[in-house]
Structures are given as C-alpha cells and as structure tokens.
C-alpha cells in the first residue's frame, strides 16, 4: 500500500483543464496510464460518471477526497472487472453471490465484510470492516479495470453534496482544473447511482436506494430491511444532506409559485406548464434518466424549483431519495 499525507501538495495542486478523450482503445489505453501512474480519470458508467483512482494507492484515494472536497468518513465503491476480482477483495455468502449473479454487471452495490487480504486502501474504506463493490454495466469502464488490473475506487465525479453528472460536459464544469482525464462517452443510460444492498444471514439490508428497483431485489433476498441509523454511516449516498442544487427545491408541488421554475412529471395539470418535464408519460426510467441533467439546467435560471409528486412505486423510491437529500439543502440554508 501507498503511504500518503492528506495535506501534500501533489493533492492539492492545480492541474490545468482535464483532457476529454473518446471512449476509443487508445484513449482507454490512455486512461488506464493516468491511473497506474495515481492520476485520476472520470469513467463512464451506466448509472452516472464516476471519478476513478486505483483502489490500492492510498495517495490516488486521497485525490478523490480532496477534488471532491468529500469528507474522509464516507467509503468509496470499489468497481471490479468481473467476480473474480470482486471475491479478492470481500467475503460473498450464498445470498451475495446469488446477487452477484443476477444483477452484475449492473447497478447494484454490495457491501461485504473486507477479506484480510483485501489490497484495496483502508481510506477507500473509510476504516470501515466491510468493503463496497460493484462490477459495473459499461464496456469502456470495464475494459479500463481489467487494463490497469485492480479495482477501482470511483465516487461519482461531481463536486461532494451537488449533483451527480451523467454527461461528460457536467463532469468538466464541476472537476475540470482538479482531475487529469474525462472518457466521453455520452449520456449514462440509467442516470441514477447505483443501489447499495448489505446482505446478510437474516437477510439483506437496503442502504441507498437506486437505478435496481428494490421489488426486483427482494426477488431473492426478501423483504429487505432499513438500515440501522446507530452504526453510522457504512455506504455511499448516506449523508442526509446530497444530491443538491444550489436551487432551493419544493417538492411534490401542482404548480410553480411566483419566481419558481416547475419540474413536471407525468401529464400536467390543466391550465399548468412545467418548465421541464421528467416524464410525460409518467416513465420513472425515463425520469430517472432525465433528472439529475434536468435538475442542473433549471439550477442555472432559477433560485427555486417546484417539483411535481413522483410515485414512491420501483424507481420512484430512489428518486424521491434524490430529492429528499437534495431539499436537505434549502432546509439547513433557510432557503
């Protein structure tokens, strides 16, 4: 493991704008590069961009915090190239292997106890007995964890509490002068992060909600369960205060009050005109895609954005989890 110091200036010095290279053999080739040598590289995946590091360099790790100005305490996802890598790093029971099985490559997370052999870097870890990973649903990204050979550690590449970036355009406004490299490879399918499950021997705990729909999930596992608040925080996307605009938001409003910009779902009420619409058709997938690029663009216009009900219903559940958090915001700012 890498010894690192978190106030060294080779993590705190400019980096002039990220290059933004195509999802090509070279770039990845290229990208693979910045990574072996503790550079970091924003990578496409299916859910949003995430910012990549070498799980295993304690320095790389380090970067990520400081770019994203993210508080140490909050572990990072470990992205593996297939199981095998995955099973290098985490004890799987029966019940997470059979997850495993049914939904990678895909977004789900699973948080596992950390094998003692586990190379990944305890700050990726925030300390933590247990380790996160995800074998992600993007050719690009994959063929990069398999070029540089060792999972890597990759929060989404946005600023830490804004909004998740599901564009290569978004990740240079929010990272550019503080990352190396951008692999463009267009909009994220899916738009929302990854879903965070713990299973365990009495079943299997949900820690975020996101783009796997928890009915899809307690196919296997069961009824899942909450988590426990007393252990604290033990998985990304925790903190009550995320996913925010700098836009006060109101949520599960029928119409904009003066001054406010209204983010519709599904056919709007009469007489009423929503400044975008998640969803005509009342498609949570398509919602889920729309929101977080949706939520930036009336952020640029507006001081505060109406939001319109969205059903707590597959993936309704996470966006409303994205909301929530991201409201957080205005209440703890009086706005």
Known sequence: WTTFSMNSDSHNAPRGPARMLPADASSLDEAARVILAGGLVAVPTE??????????????????????????????????????????LAEFSPLARALAARFWPGPLTLVLPRKSSCPVHELATAGLPSIAVRQPQHIATLEIISRVGRPLAAPSANPSEQLSPTTAAHVAAGLG??????????????????????????????????SLARS??????????SPD???????????????????????????????????????????????????????????????????????????????????????????NDRLRRGAAHSRENGL
């Open 47 to 88: 859910t949003v961009y995430g910012l990549a590091a070498d799980a295993t360099n304690g320095a790389a790790i380090a970067s990520i915090y400081t770019a994203k100005g993210r508080p140490s305490f909050n572990p990072l996802i470990c992205h593996v190239a297939d199981l095998a890598m995955a099973e290098s």
């Open 177 to 210: 002068d503080r990352i190396d490299l951008i692999i463009d490879d267009g909009t994220c399918r899916a738009g929302l992060e990854s879903t965070i499950i713990a299973p365990g021997e009495e079943g299997a705990v949900m820690l975020r909600a996101g």
């Open 216 to 225: 899809e999930i307690e196919l296997l596992t069961g009824p899942l369960r």
């Open 229 to 319: 608040a007393s252990k604290g925080i033990v998985a990304p996307g925790m903190l009550r205060r995320h996913y925010a605009p700098r836009a006060r938001l109101r949520l599960g409003a029928t119409a904009p009050e003066s001054g406010e910009a209204f983010l519709g779902f599904g056919a709007p009420p009469r007489g009423v005109s929503p400044s975008l619409n998640l969803s005509i058709r009342g498609d949570l997938a398509e919602a889920a895609t729309n929101l977080f690029a949706m939520l930036r663009t009336l952020d640029e216009s507006h001081d505060s954005i109406a939001v319109a009900p969205i059903p707590e219903t597959g993936l309704g559940e996470a966006l």
